[in-house]
Every structure is written in structure tokens, then in C-alpha cells.
């Protein structure tokens, strides 16, 4: 019941629209969530890497219900992978 609660969540334009305008919801998913875009997560992920911490970086694609949508979350990562071990120190890519 939860998961499927959040899965609504996620795909509901209310909760997006309430903490990406919202200064509040701002604040709250700034520690969470490094930015809608590749270039945000990698400068936040940099940043964490100077500070001498790890870091992750995930593509939210929980609710993929198709072939087609789960190539998409692929390519996303496999996007992501070349440039995070350029610029990472600490680069990982973990085969799951």
C-alpha cells in the first residue's frame, strides 16, 4: 500500500509543482535530490567528493512498466556512467 501510495505520488504533477516552486519544498528536497538535470547531480556529486564523502547517483524509474521506458532509464545511465568516471574521484559503477 505504501509503495503504491508513493508511486502515485511520484507520478502526480501537485507534489512536483508544491516542492520545485515552493520555498519550503525547496529547502526540503534540496538535501535529497540534487537537481532535475545530469549536469546538477554531477556538480553536486563533485562538490560531496571534495568534501571527502561517496555519493550515488540514481535515476528515479520506479514505476518503468514497459521495454520501452526501462531502455530510456538504461540510456540514462549509461549517459551518466562516462562522465561520472571522468570526473569523479571515487568513481563506481555497481553491476546489480
Known amino acids: ?3 503504491s ?8 504533477s501537485l ?3 508544491l516542492l520545485s516552486q515552493g520555498s519550503l519544498g525547496k529547502r526540503m528536497a534540496r538535501r535529497f535530490i540534487a537537481g ?3 549536469d546538477d547531480a ?3 556529486v ?3 567528493n571534495a568534501d571527502g564523502f561517496a555519493a550515488t547517483l540514481d535515476y528515479l524509474g520506479e514505476s518503468v512498466s514497459d521495454r520501452a ?4 532509464a538504461a540510456g540514462v545511465y549509461l549517459g551518466a556512467a562516462a562522465p561520472a568516471s571522468r570526473a569523479s574521484r ?3 559503477i555497481l553491476d546489480a
Open 15 to 17: 507534489p512536483k509543482k
Open 36 to 38: 532535475e538535470e545530469s
Open 90 to 92: 571515487q568513481p563506481a
Open 69 to 72: 521506458a526501462a531502455d530510456q
Open 46 to 48: 563533485l562538490r560531496l
Open 5 to 12: 501510495s508513493l508511486l502515485y505520488l511520484s507520478e502526480s
Open 1 to 3: 500500500m505504501l509503495r
Open 42 to 44: 554531477m556538480r553536486a
